[in-house]
């Protein structure tokens, strides 16, 4: 069952732009919202990356600055966005889920990109 209600004009914007003559294909569906995050989402921003620790069950807030998508074929399950610490370099770049992601500083449209993604989980949908 979701875990959000539904809500018209977000999935209006999901079938019409996102998964759009994606004709229920899987790897269609993970480009889709992968060319629409790359197009939407304004970077660099500053987020907090939550993930549970693994040495317990605690979640473990960490700055980072997103710099971009990850490449397209690391985005077939997930989609998976590059960041850095901040005042890293360009040696620590890593990639996280955008679903661990909550945009500290981001413009409007890239909030809405994010939380068009974190809809799509929330509401149980897949590629």
Same mark, same amino acid.
């Given at each position: 069952?979701?875990? *959000?209600?539904?809500?018209?004009? @977000?999935?209006?914007?999901?079938?019409?732009? /996102?998964? *759009?003559?994606?004709?229920? %294909?899987?790897?269609? @569906?993970?480009? !889709?919202?992968? +060319? +629409?995050?790359? %197009?939407?989402?304004? $970077?660099?921003?500053? =987020?907090?990356?939550?993930? &549970?620790?693994?040495?317990?069950?605690?979640?473990?807030? &960490? #700055? $980072?600055?997103? /710099? !971009?998508?990850?490449?397209d074929d690391e985005?077939?399950?997930?989609? +998976?966005?590059? $960041? *850095?610490?901040?005042? !890293?370099? %360009?040696e620590d770049v890593?990639? $996280? &889920?955008?679903?661990?992601?909550?945009?500290?500083? =981001?413009?409007?449209?890239? #909030?809405?990109?994010? =939380? %068009?993604?974190?809809?799509?989980?929330? @509401? !149980? +949908?897949?590629?």
């Amino acid at each position: 069952m979701p875990s *959000v209600e539904r809500d018209e004009k @977000r999935e209006h914007r999901i079938e019409t732009e /996102i998964i *759009v003559d994606t004709d229920n %294909d899987k790897e269609e @569906r993970a480009m !889709g919202w992968y +060319y +629409y995050l790359d %197009d939407t989402l304004n $970077v660099p921003f500053m =987020a907090k990356w939550k993930k &549970k620790s693994r040495k317990s069950s605690e979640i473990e807030e &960490k #700055q $980072v600055e997103v /710099i !971009g998508m990850a490449p397209d074929d690391e985005c077939l399950k997930d989609m +998976y966005l590059e $960041v *850095v610490y901040p005042e !890293g370099n %360009d040696e620590d770049v890593f990639s $996280v &889920k955008l679903s661990e992601l909550e945009a500290i500083d =981001a413009d409007s449209e890239t #909030q809405e990109a994010i =939380a %068009d993604w974190h809809y799509w989980l929330a @509401r !149980g +949908y897949k590629f």
